[in-house]
């Protein structure tokens, strides 16, 4: 992973904090800050220690790690100071990421995570709509804007192994027209 430490003297972790094996929980204690690098949106994986710049942040890196591991997640506490990210449904999946003002005070940290997800069938991603498609596909867009809507939903299902709707593929592509043509609204 392409991140950097934090060097701060009063934030020295002991040791590092492991969590090799799936569902591992972690905790709170020695923990390593590390912030989270841009590079590392194409597989996201969350970890104790890891610091967001913004909340913006994390619920993009929420939306790529729903969608890429085909699972739905939600944020179940989200607040100005803090949000719960948990598996629709009744698994052990939890990430917990508060603010923490001792290394910036718009900086956001995962505080402890539960990786395990059991019995979870993969189903139609929520997290996975217009707004997520028109991001992540934004070099794309001029070929987007030559396929009609099941070529999209065909494209969409190779690129991420994911089902949209027609109504999505439409909005994707009118987001896609919006960014190359210019938006008229004024």
Request: charged share 30%; hydrophobic share 40%; glycine share 4%.
């Given at each position: ?7 701060n ?36 994986n ?38 719960a990210?948990?598996?629709k ?39 996975c ?58």
């Open positions: 992973m392409g991140s950097e430490l934090l060097s003297e009063s934030l020295k972790s002991l040791a590092d904090s492991t969590d090799e094996e799936a569902g591992v929980v972690q905790q709170r204690k020695d923990i390593r800050y590390v912030k989270f690098n841009e590079n590392d949106m194409q597989d996201p969350f970890f104790v220690g890891l610091v967001f710049t913004s909340k913006k942040q994390v619920r993009e890196v929420v939306t790529w790690y729903s969608v890429l591991h085909h699972k739905p997640l939600w944020l179940a506490a989200n607040d100005n100071t803090r949000f990210i948990k598996c449904f009744p698994c052990t999946f939890s990430v917990w990421i508060s603010r923490y003002c001792k290394l910036s005070p718009t900086d956001w940290v995962v505080k402890s995570v539960v990786r395990a997800h059991s019995g979870c069938p993969d189903e139609r991603i929520a997290l709509n217009s707004r997520f498609l028109s991001k992540a596909m934004e070099g794309k867009f001029r070929m987007i804007l030559e396929m009609d809507f099941a070529a999209v939903q065909v494209f969409v299902d190779q690129m991420f192994n994911v089902k949209i709707s027609r109504n999505c593929a439409r909005r994707t592509k009118e987001s896609a027209s919006k960014k190359i043509n210019g938006d008229d609204r004024k």
